[in-house]
Structures are given as structure tokens and as C-alpha cells.
């Protein structure tokens, strides 16, 4: 064994054995530290979930303006309508064939 707690098998891959464990060494903050910290942690948790919150009435928010947005376009209701502007209860007009006349009308 080794003085790191290592034993070499085999394989030549180190492998940790269990006096090594034991005998490993770790350091911890005061508990007050630790108090501290997991308070600021939970303060910053706490606004992340708000920021998320915040975030999807956002989102639900901008996908109903972008349906009003639409709607209204559909409608004609963007911008002013002017007098040679066709009105938006108006029909489109009819195709025009070779002639000058609408499809499926004939002169004879």
C-alpha cells in the first residue's frame, strides 16, 4: 500500500481501499458558513423560480398580442383606411381572361 491510501493491482489502475477512505482528510466551513451559504443559495432558487414565472406570463402574453395583432390585420384594422381603399366587406374581384372579360363570360 502506499502512502496516499492506494494499492496497485493488476491491472495497474490505482484502486482506493478502505484505510485510505478513513484516513482521507476533509475540510468543511463552520456551520454558520454553511447556514450562510445555503441561505443565499435558496434566495437565489427562490429568483430564478419568479424569473421563470415572469418569463412564461411573458411568453403566454406575446403569443395572445400576436393573435390580436393578426386578427386585426385580417381585418383591415392596422392602419386608416382611405376613400380609394377598397372597404374590407368587399369582395375581391373577378379574374379577368384574355379580352378583357371575366372567366366563363363570352361575347357572341
Not at 31 to 52: C, K
Not at 86 to 94: I, T
Amino acid at each position: 500500500m502506499s502512502a496516499n491510501g492506494l494499492v496497485r493491482r493488476g491491472t495497474r489502475l490505482p484502486h482506493v481501499t478502505l484505510a485510505g477512505t478513513r484516513a482521507f482528510v476533509v475540510s468543511m466551513a463552520p456551520l454558520d458558513e454553511q447556514r450562510r451559504i445555503v441561505a443565499r443559495v435558496e434566495e437565489q432558487l427562490s429568483a430564478v423560480d419568479a424569473l421563470r414565472a415572469a418569463i412564461e406570463r411573458a411568453r403566454r402574453r406575446s403569443a395572445s398580442l400576436c393573435r390580436a395583432v393578426l386578427e386585426r390585420a385580417f381585418r383591415g384594422e392596422l392602419v386608416p383606411q382611405g376613400p380609394a381603399d377598397e372597404p374590407e366587406h368587399a369582395p375581391p374581384p373577378e379574374p379577368r381572361g384574355a379580352g378583357g372579360h371575366a372567366h366563363g363570360a363570352r361575347s357572341s
